[in-house]
């Protein structure tokens, strides 16, 4: 049997079909492995500085409570910074609650020498105070600095677009923090090992 | 019949309010201005529910989202400045008409692109069908002879 043109043009669609399945195969491979989400936004502000945003007052004024937010915060940090955004009105916040008190847990003792020390920081996402207190005090009051936004307008500056929401912040005197990477949805193991741990192995 | 279809025109009347701001109060005073903020709201995506503008959409963030689009406008921001304002935040995924770039350049070009390709297959199946087919060889001439003549 020759192979006329015919065959080729009959191939054509065969092969396309061909493309598409190795493609829907490789898209599911990274859903499954946290590479791929499907519903994540563009996420521009990875890669760049931290953005402007107005100073976020603490929790409460008791002296137990940690300090408020600020965009100078961010100007001297020493160590990478993770910035959970979150309230306590939202199921997957909820959710995250043992992975955050486990993070907090095993961050508190030591480190091996090679990963740089990692803050855990937050933002309380358009909460009630009293509500907020209580998802603390079940995360085992993890963050060293909070702030309560209640309009929800720094979050925009942030580019939220829902709770919770993740970011990783790496030391930068030059420009005063930058980010790295942008995750939506609860922060899990898997995640963290995917994509900060490796982060965190480049800091010298 | 005249009812229902009377009740069906109304209905088609009040699609355009159903667009509109959730509560009156969000609305700003000035008529002119709120239609400026409305048409700027329906090109901007609600990132909540990824389908509808902002000016459809009931979601919190989609309100907030309003309120900072009304409040630029009052501050005397142009159209063109609040959208930036938006893509800088939340890229251009925000846009519910994507900007012209490399990018989305195939997107753009893809009506003219397929009309054309319409035009040269039109083009080519009117050129075949007009082309008159070629003459008869002699050997198909000596076979046509012979069919013709065994009736």
């Not at chain 1, 079909?17 to 990875?46: C, S």
């Not at chain 1, 720094?154 to 995750?183: S, Y």
């Not at chain 2, 009506?111 to 080519?124: E, G, H, N, T, Y």
Request: hydrophobic content about 45%; glycine content about 6%.
């Amino acid at each position: 049997m020759t192979l006329t043109r015919r065959h080729l043009l009959a191939a054509l669609p065969a092969l396309g079909a061909a493309g598409l399945g190795v493609g829907f195969v490789r898209m599911l491979h990274g859903l499954n492995q946290g590479h791929f989400d499907p519903r994540a936004i563009n996420t521009p502000l990875t890669g760049r500085p931290v953005p402007d945003f107005p100073a976020l007052p603490p929790l409460s004024d008791t002296p137990s409570s940690p300090p408020g937010l600020t965009r100078g915060d961010f100007q001297n940090i020493k160590q990478p910074i993770l910035l959970f955004i979150w309230a306590s009105w939202c199921l997957p916040c909820v959710e995250e609650i043992p992975f955050i008190r486990h993070l907090a847990t095993s961050l508190a003792i030591p480190q091996s020498s090679h990963t740089a020390p990692l803050a855990l920081w937050g933002l309380c996402y358009k909460d009630h105070p009293t509500q907020a207190a209580h998802w603390l005090e079940q995360a085992g009051h993890p963050f060293t600095r909070l702030g309560m936004d209640r309009e929800g307008q720094a979050a925009i500056d942030w580019g939220v677009t829902g709770v919770p929401e993740t970011f990783l912040i790496m030391p930068d005197p030059q420009t005063g923090g930058r980010i790295v990477w942008h995750g939506t949805g609860s922060l899990t193991d898997t995640l963290y090992q995917a994509h900060i741990h490796p982060q965190l192995e480049t800091v010298p | 019949m005249k009812r229902l279809i009377f009740a069906l025109l109304l209905l088609l009347f009040s699609i355009p309010a159903c667009l509109a701001v959730d509560t009156p109060d969000e609305m700003l005073p000035d008529p002119a201005l709120e239609q400026k903020a409305q048409q700027i709201g329906q090109q901007l995506r609600c990132l909540v529910c990824q389908n509808e503008s902002i000016e459809e959409s009931s979601a919190p963030l989609a309100k907030d989202l309003r309120h900072i689009v009304r409040l630029q406008l009052q501050q005397g921001r142009s159209p063109k400045d609040i959208e930036a304002w938006m893509v800088q935040r939340y890229g251009e995924f925000i846009r519910l008409r994507p900007s012209f770039s490399a990018v989305t350049a195939l997107l753009w070009l893809m009506p003219i692109l397929s009309l054309m390709v319409a035009l040269l297959l039109v083009r080519r199946l009117w050129h075949r069908s007009a082309s008159a087919p070629a003459p008869l060889t002699p050997e198909e001439h000596r076979i046509l002879d012979s069919l013709l003549k065994k009736d």
